[in-house]
């Protein structure tokens, strides 16, 4: 992304990332003989002795692939997509790999609340069990006009909202990512509005191609792709597609996100792809695919206009596309 204008903010105590407050059972009995074994070795802190065990729910991949979902390009290379990423908590460079293997994922708990019959907080591991993982073939389309293909693990962003169970009154749910600048040095940067956050109309999360990506590459997703938990919503610009979530939030309120608020006049809520409406700074019509560095032309949603264009009737009005 592109930034023309720095302001400093100020972090409500409120957005404040819960503690994480327990490991989940699963995670607890499959790591209990390794955590009795790393506590013997002295000179490492217990959470990062913990956030070496190998991942709890690497048993689970690969996945079945629901053969629904096509492409029409190759599957961006694994060391590619692992080498080229936006993740601003690490970095503004694409080159944020290294340091995103600061990020602690277990235990990594997720929290449900606002406009909801019950509130809860869920261990990661508890979640990703009891929800049917599938895979899927999405392509990814950036603002910045360069795209790939993936491979992702994990289930319909629907399956959260059922088991959320939100009031008839909600109509959005807002998402964010973990908030600990002693991981994540681009939180130090007090003029990003932190912790990253998006924003879905509840008939968008509820739309069947609205994904909560586990895994990628048949294994769990890495950690500069957004482990453990992150949004793909392939019909929108890839910031919609928040990393390593930590909080779902039921409201009746638009939620502004990360780089809405940053950047309101070129960044907007709804942000689906177009290649007909221009960013302010350069063209949509085309996008420069990563993996092949072939030049393609955009395709309007992305390509999934036969899923997702009904839910914009009735909205012309509204800034759709940026
Ligand atoms: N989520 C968080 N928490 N932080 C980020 O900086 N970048 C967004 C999105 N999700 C971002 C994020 C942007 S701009 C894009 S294009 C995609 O993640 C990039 O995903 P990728 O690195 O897997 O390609």
Known sequence: MHITRRRGWELPEALATPEAVFLSRRALLAGAAGIAALAAVPGRGLAQRVADLPDP???????RRNEAFTLDRPVTDEAI????????????????????????VRPWTVKIDGMVETPMELGIDDLVRRMPLEERL???????????????????????????????????????????STVASGQRQTWYPWPYTEGLTLAEATNDLAFLVTGAYG????????????????????????????????????????????????????????????????????????????????????????????????LEKERLWA
């Not at 997509?81 to 602690?104: D, H, I, M, W």
């Open 219 to 314: 294994k769990p997703v890495s950690k500069q792709m957004g482990a453990p938990l992150r949004l793909a919503v392939p019909w929108k610009y890839g910031f919609k597609s928040i990393k390593s979530i930590v909080r779902f939030h039921f409201t009746d309120k638009r939620p502004k996100s990360f780089w809405e608020a940053l950047q309101p006049a070129e960044y907007g809520f709804w942000a689906n792809v177009n290649p007909k409406v221009p960013h302010p700074r350069w063209s949509q019509e085309s996008e420069e695919d990563i993996g092949t560095k072939e030049r393609r032309p955009t395709l309007l949603f992305n390509g999934y206009g036969e899923h997702v264009a009904h839910l914009y009737k009735g």
């Open 81 to 104: 997509n692992n080498a080229y990423n936006n993740f601003y908590e690490f970095g503004s460079s694409k080159t944020v790999a290294r340091a995103a293997q600061a990020l602690r």
């Open 138 to 180: 999405y392509r990814h389309r950036c603002v910045e006009a360069w795209s790939m293909a993936i491979p992702w693990s994990g289930f319909p962003l629907a399956k959260l909202v059922a088991l959320a169970r939100p009031l008839s009154s909600a109509t959005h749910v807002e998402m964010q990512t973990f908030l600990d």
């Open 57 to 63: 729910t690497r048993d689970l991949y690969p996945v």
